[in-house]
């Protein structure tokens, strides 16, 4: 009888306690040492940003991640990072053409994707910024996207416990201050790499590629490759597809950064990794389908219209090139990357 | 036997510390005070009205900018650089009064700076300390720093509010607003162990709307970006003078 009595109060105990571990068990989100190693992927060049000034810690790249996903950062609390750059989209923004922010305010350009960062000497289509740490700066003090101030930000990351004990953790000085929040912002951001995709295995001889997808490469290689440099897929640099300048928005690129007309429509040469989630297509999302836009690659461009040399001599393609072009671009298509678990939201906000 | 080893070690011990023992270096500190103001009248914030060349009164709301990278040369014409920026600051007190430490004892002729942030300073990410961006001197939409900010009121200004606002930085070319400014000591400065030495420098930011280019405030009223700071900055360039040491 009494020995039944203790079976009574222990059993619901002990799916209690198995209960209360499955609910929190979030190894899901955890953070290992090995998690934030950065490794050069095979083939690729050494790249600009510097590890060794910021070396990723769980306890950084968590806080980063923490950073990122938060609408702490915008002045109502509406508008996160990860908002406007979804993971599912390789940190893009599906669908919209141009970005959406605070009050539903709608920005110049489209959401580019967030991968191999860390390989970037400038940031935006029209590479005005110059750093990845100070990226974060522009679309937290826009006042179309999160409309903040840093120092409000610092403001009110002191006042969360969490964030405060997670500052400490993450740096040595233990401080809520701009630099750290750059830092571990940078640490999130700069290890989102994308490397292994189905041309990634293929370059790596652990995959092949179908025969329309190996015409496409070829081609490729033949047509869009000075620009689009592999295994990055840019060559950093800042050209004029021979696009007319959109008349609402009245962007002329690089340009209107510098007042030189040399720079006219200029826009930097965009990663073309994961180019099957990041549609809409160029700075402004004016093509909906990867097929418009190698429609537009074939168009005659006259020497007045301002376009790259390379597209002033021409690009010819049949329908059938097209169709292995875009065959071959979604080689590109990284899934492992897709849906790293370490880039997920921890809070399922998004 | 073992005396005569322990005595031995010892007698080592001593030499090599002895050897290794470097005289503390000869190192003075000195203070740089800087005086802004508006032609021959002192910078008052607000208040004060002054006029341009052209004649059109303002006021200043504002009027901040970074210095750093000092420099010293002295006779031999040796230059020592003391790396670091400051945010001379009108509206804080403190911020007027640098110290620039570790000064090797000697006579100087001349001090130099640079007016602004270098290059390197620019684009190496984020930073703490007079060049965290929370000092509100860092173009976040367009990576660089603000070098000097002057705010005002002019009632030719045909800005809303009549407002005067002169954002003056870029660190590329063909927009470069970075000033290297070189003044001459008026007598030689002498660092030393006896004298804290102070260095009176003074700011006019008259010279912001003089010079080479006059500035029209019902033409210019507000400069935010490349448009037009080089010549802000060209005319600045000559702001400073040494009033005292």
Known sequence: ?350 | MVKKLVYSVLCIAALVAAMSFTPPPECGSLTIHFVNRVGDKPLVLDSVLYKNSLGQSYTVSMFKYYVGNFHLKNKQGKEIVSKGYFLINQEDEKSMEITLDSIPFGEYKSIGFTLGVDSIDNSSGAQSGALDPVKGMFWAWNTGYIFLKMEGISSASTSTGKRLEFHIGGYKAPNNCIREIELKFKNPLKINEENNSVVKIKADASHLFSGQNPIDFSKLSSVTDFHNANHIADNYSDMFSVIEN
């Open chain 1, 1 to 350: 009888m009494k020995s039944k009595r203790i079976y009574f109060f222990v059993f619901p105990l002990l799916v209690l306690i198995l209960l209360a571990g499955f609910i929190t068990d979030n190894s899901y989100f955890t953070i290992t040492p090995k998690d934030v190693e950065f490794k050069i992927p095979q083939g690729f060049p050494k790249p600009f940003y510097d590890f060794k000034n910021n070396t990723p810690t769980p306890a950084g790249f968590v806080l980063g991640r923490k950073l990122f996903y938060d609408p702490i950062l915008s002045k109502d609390s509406s508008i996160s990072c990860g908002f406007c750059h979804m993971r599912i989209a390789g940190f893009a923004h599906i669908d919209h053409a141009l970005s959406h922010g605070i009050n539903g305010l709608i920005g110049k350009r489209n959401v580019p994707p967030l991968e191999n960062l860390a390989w970037g000497n400038s940031f935006m289509w029209d590479g005005r910024i110059n750093h990845l740490e100070v990226q974060p700066l522009a679309p937290i003090t826009s006042p179309i996207e999160m409309n903040e101030t840093i120092a409000h930000i610092i403001e009110k990351l002191q006042r969360n416990k969490d964030y405060a004990a997670m500052f400490k953790t993450a740096f040595n000085d233990s401080v809520v201050n701009s630099k750290n929040i750059l830092k571990a912002l940078a640490q999130f951001t700069g290890l989102m790499i994308s490397s292994n995709s189905r041309y990634d295995k293929y370059m790596r001889g652990e995959d092949t590629l179908s025969a329309a997808e190996l015409n496409g490469l070829q081609l490729f290689r033949d047509n869009c490759d000075q620009c689009h440099k592999e295994p990055l897929f840019t060559d950093n640099t800042f050209r004029n597809t021979g696009l007319p300048m959109d008349t609402n928005l009245k962007d002329s690129g690089v340009a209107a950064i510098n007042g030189d007309m040399k720079d006219y429509m200029k826009f930097k040469v965009p990663t073309l990794r994961n180019v099957e989630m990041t549609y809409p297509y160029m700075h402004d999302g004016r093509f909906r389908t990867l097929k418009q836009v190698m429609d537009h690659y074939t168009k005659k461009f006259t020497a007045e219209s301002h376009a790259d040399p390379i597209l002033i001599k021409g690009i010819q393609l049949t329908e059938l090139d097209k169709a292995d072009i875009i065959a071959f671009l979604k080689t590109l298509t990284d899934q492992t990357f897709l849906h790293d678990r370490r880039f997920a939201d921890p809070s399922g906000h998004y």
